[in-house]
Every structure is written in structure tokens, then in C-alpha cells.
């Protein structure tokens, strides 16, 4: 079972944009919600954006309503978060999360597969 970030991160300047994408193998994909969350040095991990099985509700964290969009393609098995108007505090590991379930666990518990993490960096 494999959930691996493959693109998108990197270091950016604030205000910039990258598109992060977790290709997901080894489970029936469209089977699973599917989130991102992220984790800072020296912070807790946090929810950071979340989409149902078919891709028409996704839901976010207040930080980043507006500047950040959870999508999927269930045909390529692979879910992506565009982020735009990066912040430094935008900062951090990213990973991908896969869950049987109704919704994302915003804390992370119910979460079945990890993705490895991406790092992103913004300058101020």
C-alpha cells in the first residue's frame, strides 16, 4: 500500500503558488475520503484541507478558506492541493491522508494510510 506526495513541493516566496499531488496505489482509491494536513517544526500536525469520495465537498481550515483548493481525480487515483497566496506561515511538512469514512478526522485519528510528507517553504 503506497500513498506518495510526488510533486509540488519546494521553496517559494510569499504570495506565490504551488500545487502539491499525492498519486495514491495499492487501495480502491475512490473508495476513500481524502485529505492534506501539515505539521511545522516544534507544532502539532493540523488539518489542512479535506474532499469527499466524488470530489464535490471539499472543506478547509479557516487559514486557508480562499487561498488553498482540494481536488481529486478518482480516473488518475491522485488528489491535489493547489495553494495560492502563500504565507510564511504556510510552512511546513505537508501530507496526504486516506480515510474510510464519511469525512476526514480533522484530528488525524481515524486516518488509515499517511502519505510521506512534502516539504513547503515560504520566504517572507
Known amino acids: 500500500l503506497r500513498c506518495s506526495c510526488r510533486r509540488g513541493g519546494g521553496l517559494v516566496q510569499a504570495g506565490g503558488s504551488l500545487r502539491l499531488s499525492c498519486v495514491v496505489s495499492?487501495?480502491?482509491?475512490?473508495?476513500?475520503?481524502m485529505g492534506w494536513f501539515r505539521q511545522a517544526p516544534g507544532k502539532e500536525r493540523e488539518f489542512v484541507a479535506g474532499i469527499n469520495v466524488s470530489g464535490s465537498r471539499p472543506y478547509y481550515r479557516d487559514s486557508v478558506k480562499g487561498r488553498f483548493t482540494i481536488s481529486r481525480d478518482n480516473a488518475k487515483n491522485t488528489v491535489y492541493l493547489l495553494m495560492n497566496i502563500l504565507r510564511p506561515e504556510d510552512t511546513a511538512v505537508y501530507y496526504c491522508?486516506?480515510?474510510?469514512?464519511?469525512?476526514?478526522?480533522?484530528?488525524?485519528?481515524?486516518?488509515?494510510?499517511w502519505g510521506k510528507g512534502t516539504q513547503v517553504t515560504v520566504s517572507s
Open positions: 491522508a486516506a480515510e474510510k469514512g464519511p469525512v476526514i478526522s480533522t484530528y488525524g485519528y481515524g486516518v488509515d494510510y
Open positions: 495499492g487501495l480502491p482509491f475512490s473508495s476513500y475520503v
